[in-house]
């Protein structure tokens, strides 16, 4: 599985992402709009980022891309299934996701505030929600990556 962080503003959340992704075996992500990079235009570590994920943006393939739209559209035709983690009227519940093992995935998650726009949900294959149990709406971005990656390489 992939992964791709539209707009995401906090280089803390980015850090925990990349520390996430480390942890539960992401193969690459891909970081599109104002999401922070690892390092700057001039090559300089992101030291607040770094901070935070102890250091595997050494070790998780990333790459920054300058439009999501056409990102997801070279990925479908490289045959990846796009799962776009936002809460929707037409989104399935995350436990009821099941993966095939023959089948590759890219999961896109977004801005903190104002989630992912809808030129990339009409892209998505499928939207997936984590149901919130509690009076709170959502969950912080990274935590909501984990809980969903976790969740979806279970269900494989």
């Given at each position: 599985m992939i992964a791709i962080l539209h707009n995401i503003r906090s280089n803390h959340n980015v850090g925990s992402i990349f520390r996430t992704a480390d942890a539960l075996g992401i193969?690459?992500?891909y970081l599109c709009g104002i999401t922070p990079s690892p390092v700057d235009r001039f090559g300089r570590k992101n030291s607040a980022l770094h901070k935070v994920s102890l250091g595997a943006e050494e070790y998780i393939p990333w790459e920054h891309a300058t439009s999501i739209t056409e990102l997801l559209d070279k990925l479908k035709h490289?045959?990846?299934?796009?799962?776009?983690?936002?809460?929707?009227?037409?989104?399935?519940?995350?436990?009821?996701?099941?993966?095939?093992?023959s089948k590759k995935y890219a999961l896109v998650v977004g801005n903190e505030v104002e989630g992912l726009p809808q030129d990339i949900l009409k892209r998505a294959d499928e939207i997936v929600e984590i149901p919130m149990l509690g009076k709170k709406e959502s969950l912080n971005v990274s935590v909501a990556f984990g809980v969903a990656v976790y969740q979806l390489i279970s269900s494989s």
């Open positions: 193969e690459k992500l490289e045959g990846y299934a796009i799962l776009a983690l936002e809460q929707h009227k037409d989104s399935t519940a995350l436990e009821s996701v099941k993966l095939k093992k």
